[in-house]
């Protein structure tokens, strides 16, 4: 490729990461950001002296100043702001896109691109964005070389005038050129992301995040899942069964213990009193904030046992609705403080009626927690109870007498509460009524009645809320709650993923003495509805998996983290001290020892250190070696060349010191001409050394002691006046 | 790949800069010269944009706690760095050459060129430039070297116009590169000693005021010698050089012959400048001076091309005598060399070797009337 063709491709690369990265979130609308990709394919055809025409310019820069105002006016009359800024922000990289004239051009074009990425920084916190940024990280670095060596060409062959032919010619050839760069420019500055990309992790994790303060945008709004707000619509919730996108993941602690490859976790959501005969609503009530025991631990039923209590750690994204779901028989949960200004502040939650804990989420990156579940199994159908009213548990609407009848029916003769409870749930999962993502055509009929008496099949939110109605007309408090079940284990990641197809709704029962019991009268068949498996399950597998890892390492790096590596790694060391100085102690006793440290590591690290030591020594040898301009010289050579050294130096030491650029025969001609008394002696040295260190002669030991004898005649040598070599300059001087 | 530098002439502020430039440079090439793996660096303006825009994202960073913008700090800061350790790898095992032009003129403009070897295996050295460090004189323009293959040189040259006659030394090189992202300058020094005897400025000037005769070519001086006319033959005697036996005569009359030559004779001219500088002269003595010696020389220059021998004679010494036809650069080296001596202790002017055509040349101070 030519150095221009390769610079235009490496732009348009970068500057189309950069657009990527505008469009990322939701501020840019869909017809705009066809139209810009539209405008960016278009521009790459821009070429020839069309660029150059002045018009083509003056209307560019009308259009760069028109689009100005119209968005500046649209921002002031819509609202939307940032919408507006980054359509102009877009609009700037096309204009320039369509006027790359020169090196600065291509300048600008790089600058844009990283000011998208710097803006895309506050349009979205998605693994999509650590895609585009090792897009950028490969990127970047062939951009700026080779604008750099563009903005290098254009200056050594500057234009005598604006429209100076031979210049552009010249300028034109250079650009045109093969030889510039080629293949192993390209791979080698590829090459260049792996340093870079470390180097910038290292920075990354190095910077303590000790700041926060004003000017922080808002945030964009999570997904959307349906049952969590303050209405439900019956029908409009199971639908979703088939989503395969994943909202939560929970990893079994302690990690590194085998899983099944698919399991029914159930986390609870929220749960609804109120039902009107088409939809569940929750009434309103003042929620309240959820006690806390320390910094981190939040009680729902009693204080955490770590010692027997079941962990699970759960990654829950940024959702519309901040709420938190807690497994069945949670006992208490813990969530670490967010860190704002290097201050540690605790997790607001709050506690509303019928268990609806609610989290602030002013950092839309929703909520990593530890919840703790009772180990007895017995436990774990129980809900943690809140006191509350129970009449409002009770409400039945209008309408639903056969529905009463047919919950008396049911039940029969059943003694208890539970045993009524446990007949409904029978009767409705039994096979009489079958599980179908398929909406049940009620017409002008009560959705119930039409689900019990006529269609007999319907999704999760018919069977719950049926289940509900039927207990309610026995005078058992029950509620209908929203929530997830499943989990499909992510090898990748290590925990189980659940997904907005495991989505789910479910009673709970108010039995006396025992408290809110956990009833789920939709049929077995549910689980053999949802997302599909297979090649693209394992691929959305592996990308949620690095999504998770970004969440929490990258997008959810704070101080605590921080603070706790170091920690770790302060109480590593201490371990090792100690342990050294246990071994110290004991050797010591023993009167025979090791001065070495026996731990492994420690080993490791000192050997690590000696070999960096050493090396850099040697680097710092060799480079003085190679800058004094030495070269290495055989042993018989040695000799000559040290008897050399002695001359030089007794010829110094009596005010005839050799030039630098003076060579030895120069010097010893020169000397000759002065009439120096030890000219001859000088003069037999310097050839000596010359035929033994340039000449590949080997001086036998009488020329050897015939010339030391010579040198002590030398610095015997009285001398009446001391001067100095003229310096003689040479029309070549080679140089190092 | 290789090119000389911007071409256009500095302007005087320019020139100062470029001057102050200069010594420092020649200041650290002192300071360092046990020191050759010595760098020196600077941030170019783009880069020093570069740092302030990476101090804001940081800035941002720290304010918003965004992490994501604490990535793209890391990751500015890192083409930073790494901007540095590219064009240290760019500025070693380079080896560097400089040919120096057969003749140069003062205020002539003449061609240096420099040979750049890459001695790397199989790094390519990209965006060299090289400027040569002249005492005195800072360099109008600098080689550029787009891409010195591994293993592989390159030669560019740059024009240079000494300012004055006498010694242009060389001290060494500077070679800079802004590779590989335009953020970091980094350059090193290079001792590359050497010395270019730049010759007085040719000047216009009027021809010699002489007599025709004495501006004529070599002409026989019927008088015997080793010249190239043959005045007969005489008899070989012992001893003499063999060389000068005429052959074809020899082998005629059947005994040794030798011909005999005539002396040439040669128009000399003998151009007396003083350069013994009076006590009360000021700078414009100085002036009127090199003036002076850039007539003699333009003087020489002329009787040399019209067939006369030229010679130049100052208080205690003479230029070598220049036979005509011959190069005038003895001479004009001569002239390159020629310092003022004060009045008081200056010898007497040297007489010359032919007491016809001696043209004196007189230093006249600008300023005063000749």
């Known amino acids: 490729l030519s150095f221009s063709l390769l610079h235009k491709l490496v732009a348009y690369l970068l500057s189309g990461l950069g657009l990527v990265a505008l469009s990322l979130g939701t501020e840019l609308e869909d017809s705009v950001v066809v139209a810009m990709l539209v405008a960016y394919a278009v521009s790459f055809f821009a070429e020839g002296p069309m660029l150059h025409r002045p018009r083509y310019n003056t209307g560019w820069t009308i259009a760069v100043v028109v689009a100005l105002v119209l968005q500046v006016l649209r921002g002031v009359m819509t609202e939307a702001t940032l919408a507006m800024a980054i359509e102009f922000a877009a609009f700037l990289q096309v204009s320039r896109l369509f006027n790359r004239r020169s090196a600065a051009d291509y300048q600008q074009i790089a600058v844009l691109a990283f000011l998208h990425l710097v803006a895309a920084t506050v349009l979205s916190t998605d693994v999509g964005y650590a895609v585009l940024f090792g897009g950028f990280v490969i990127v970047t670095p062939w951009m700026l070389a080779l604008s750099h060596l563009r903005r290098e060409i254009e200056g050594n062959y500057p234009a005598a005038a604006p429209d100076d032919e031979h210049a552009r010619a010249a300028v034109g050839r250079v650009l045109a050129s093969k030889r510039v760069v080629g293949p192993q420019f390209l791979f080698g500055t590829a090459a260049l992301a792996v340093p870079l990309f470390i180097m910038t992790l290292a920075i990354f994790l190095a910077i303590p995040r000790v700041g926060r303060g004003f000017l922080t945008f808002d945030k964009s709004r999570g997904d959307r899942v349906a049952g969590f707000g303050n209405l439900v619509e019956l029908g409009g919730f199971g639908v979703i069964r088939d989503d395969p996108t994943v909202v939560m993941r929970v990893t079994l602690l302690p990690e590194g213990a085998s899983h099944p490859p698919q399991t029914l976790l159930r986390m609870r959501g929220t749960s609804f009193d109120r039902y009107d005969g088409r939809r569940w609503t929750r009434s309103p009530a003042t929620a309240a904030a959820l006690g806390r025991r320390g910094r981190t631990t939040y009680p729902l039923v009693r204080s955490p046992d770590r010692a027997r209590d079941e962990a699970m750690r759960i990654v829950l994204d940024h959702l519309e609705e901040p709420v938190v779901f807690v497994p069945a028989g949670t006992v208490a949960l813990e969530i670490p403080p967010r860190v704002e200004s290097a201050q540690r502040i605790p997790r607001d939650l709050t506690h509303g009626p019928g268990l609806d804990i609610r989290y602030h989420d002013p950092d839309a990156l929703g909520l990593v927690y530890t919840a703790y579940v009772t180990s007895d199994r017995a436990q774990r159908r129980l809900v943690a109870a809140s006191p509350e009213p129970l009449e409002r548990y009770l409400q039945v609407p209008g309408g639903h007498a056969r529905v009463a009848t047919l919950a008396t029916q049911v039940v029969g003769d059943a003694a208890t509460d539970e045993q009524k409870a446990q007949r409904l749930q029978a009767y409705l999962s039994s096979g009489e009524f079958a599980y179908t993502l398929e909406q049940p055509d009620v017409g002008s009929s009560a959705p119930l009645n039409a689900f019990l008496f006529e269609a007999k099949r319907g999704h999760c939110e018919y069977f719950s809320s049926a289940m509900a109605i039927m207990l309610r007309t026995l005078g058992i408090p029950a509620r209908n709650v929203t929530g997830f079940v499943g989990g499909r284990f992510n090898p990748y990641g290590g925990y189980y993923a659940l997904r907005q197809g495991d989505a789910h709704s479910w009673v709970e029962a108010w039995i006396p003495g025992v408290g809110w019991m956990t009833f789920d009268p939709t049929p077995p068949a549910r689980e053999g509805v949802g997302p599909r498996e297979g090649l693209w399950a394992d691929v959305r597998a592996l990308v949620d998996a690095m999504r998770t890892r970004w969440m929490t390492s990258v997008v959810g790096y704070d101080l605590r983290v921080q603070v706790g590596a170091l920690r770790k790694l302060w109480t590593w060391w201490a371990a090792q001290r100690a342990a050294s100085e246990a071994r110290e102690r004991a050797t010591t006793a023993d009167g025979d020892g090791d001065w070495l440290p026996s731990t492994p590591a420690v080993r490791w690290l000192i050997g690590f250190a000696i070999i960096v030591l050493f090396g850099a020594l040697l680097v710092r040898w060799l480079r003085r070696r190679r800058g004094m301009g030495e070269e290495t010289v055989s042993a018989h050579e040695r000799e000559a060349v040290r008897l050399y050294r002695d001359l030089d130096r007794a010829l110094a030491s009596k005010g005839m010191a050799r030039a630098r650029e003076v060579t030895p025969l120069e010097h010893a001609r020169v000397l000759g001409e002065s009439g120096l008394d030890a000219s001859e002696d000088i003069q037999r040295i310097t050839r000596g050394y010359v035929e033994a260190r340039y000449g590949g002669r080997v001086l036998s030991p009488d020329e050897l002691a015939q010339l030391r004898a010579a040198l002590a005649r030398v610095r015997g040598a009285a001398t009446s006046a001391s001067r100095t070599t003229p310096r003689q300059g040479s029309p070549q001087t080679p140089a190092r | ?370």
């Open chain 2, 1 to 370: 790949v290789a090119r000389t530098g911007p071409t256009t002439q500095p302007q005087s502020s320019q020139k100062e800069a470029s001057l102050k430039a200069l010594r420092t440079s020649l200041k650290q090439l002192e300071r360092n010269r046990r020191k050759p793996w010595k760098r020196f660096w600077r941030m170019t303006r783009e880069g020093r944009a570069f740092f302030a825009v990476s101090i804001g994202v940081g800035l941002a960073a720290i304010n918003t706690g965004n992490n994501l913008l604490f990535l793209v700090f890391g990751f500015m800061m890192s083409l930073i760095v790494l901007s540095g350790v590219m064009s240290e790898i760019v500025l070693r095992s380079l080896k560097f050459e400089r040919s120096l032009p057969e003749r140069a003129f003062a205020g002539q403009p003449c061609l240096i060129e420099l040979k750049v070897h890459n001695g790397k295996r199989r790094m390519p050295s990209y965006s060299l430039e090289l400027e040569d460090l002249v005492e005195g004189e800072p360099a109008e323009r600098r080689c550029y070297f787009l891409k010195v293959a591994p293993a592989r040189h390159e030669v560019s040259s740059y024009r240079r116009t000494p300012a004055r006659r006498g010694r242009l030394r060389m001290r060494g090189l500077r070679v800079a590169t802004r590779y590989p992202f335009g953020i970091i300058e980094k350059w090193r020094l290079f001792e590359a000693p050497a010395e270019l005897i730049v010759f007085p400025a040719l000047v216009q000037t009027e021809p010699p005021p002489l007599e025709r005769s004495a501006l004529l070519a070599d002409a026989p001086a019927n008088q015997r010698g080793r010249g190239t006319e043959i005045s007969g033959l005489r008899a070989y005697e012992m001893g003499e050089d063999a060389r000068a036996i005429h052959w074809r005569r020899s082998a005629a009359l059947g005994r040794l012959v030798m011909q005999e030559r005539q002396r040439d004779a040669s128009n000399h001219l003998s151009i007396v400048l003083d350069n013994a500088r009076p006590a009360d002269a000021g700078a414009s003595w100085e002036t009127g001076f090199e003036i002076a010696v850039s007539r003699a020389a333009a003087l020489a220059v002329m009787a040399l091309n019209r067939g006369g021998g030229v010679e130049v004679l100052c208080r205690g010494g003479r230029s070598p005598l220049v036979a005509a036809g011959a190069s005038p650069d003895p001479v004009l080296r001569f002239l390159a060399l020629l310092e003022p001596v004060e009045a008081e202790q200056a010898q007497p002017l040297s007489p010359p070797a032919h007491q016809a055509n001696v043209l004196d040349v007189r230093v006249v101070p600008i300023g005063r009337a000749a």
